[in-house]
């Protein structure tokens, strides 16, 4: 069905409101980076390595550290690193924020709403990429909003370790096992 608007403007839209299933299955099927054997065997050998280290760390919530090696595993190494740079400081911006806040305001939604306007602020003067605001913003609400027992400082410092841990994981796991791409002759040494 086209609808024209105005003599000029045409909008294209189904009968039914739904997606066509071609165009469905072109939006999940991959074209450029599917998912392979080896990928799933290096996410898995570094979500597992990043959990048991943050285990044997006794941090808290440790899969906090295996849910960032796997979005670390995602992507190529040189894809990876500047990412990682951004959800590095945005963590640590985050957390920092977290812990005063929450060690002043508790769990209140002002100070929290009032968090993110200032972080996004700080982020806007320093001209930091979004992404690292992003990360900020989520580490933010995850020591603000989620209620526990423990200090906010202290649940702040864990964030940060958690996720540290992760994303070192799994830039070390890309660089030691590097995924070849699609086409990428296979090295002989």
């Known amino acids: ?5 105005a003599g000029s403007i045409r909008l294209r839209a189904p009968l ?4 066509e299933t ?24 570094a979500a597992v390595v990043s959990y048991l280290i943050a285990r044997l760390l006794r ?6 550290a295996t849910v960032s090696t796997i979005i670390v595993m ?22 920092a924020a977290g812990g005063a806040a929450g060690t002043y305001f508790g769990r209140s939604v002002w100070a929290f709403g009032i968090g993110i ?3 996004g602020a700080l982020c806007a003067a320093l001209r930091v990429e979004r992404s690292a605001y992003r990360y900020a913003g989520i580490t933010l ?6 209620p526990r027992t423990a ?3 202290l649940i702040a410092v864990h964030r940060f370790f958690e996720v540290s841990l992760g994303i070192v994981v799994g830039l070390v796991v890309s660089a030691v096992w590097p995924e070849r791409q699609r086409g990428e002759p296979k090295r002989v040494e």
């Open 1 to 5: 069905m086209v609808i024209e608007i």
């Open 74 to 95: 995602q992507s190529t190494l040189g894809a990876a690193l500047p990412i990682s740079a951004q959800r590095f400081a945005g963590t640590a911006m985050g957390a």
């Open 151 to 153: 200090s906010p400082w």
């Open 141 to 146: 609400a995850i020591v603000m909003l989620v």
């Open 59 to 64: 941090l808290p919530e440790a899969y906090w």
């Open 22 to 45: 071609g165009q469905l299955s072109r939006s999940i099927v991959a074209r450029k980076n599917p998912a392979s054997l080896a990928h799933a065997a290096r996410t898995t050998v």
């Open 16 to 19: 039914t409101g739904q997606m």
């Open 117 to 119: 306007f200032v972080i």
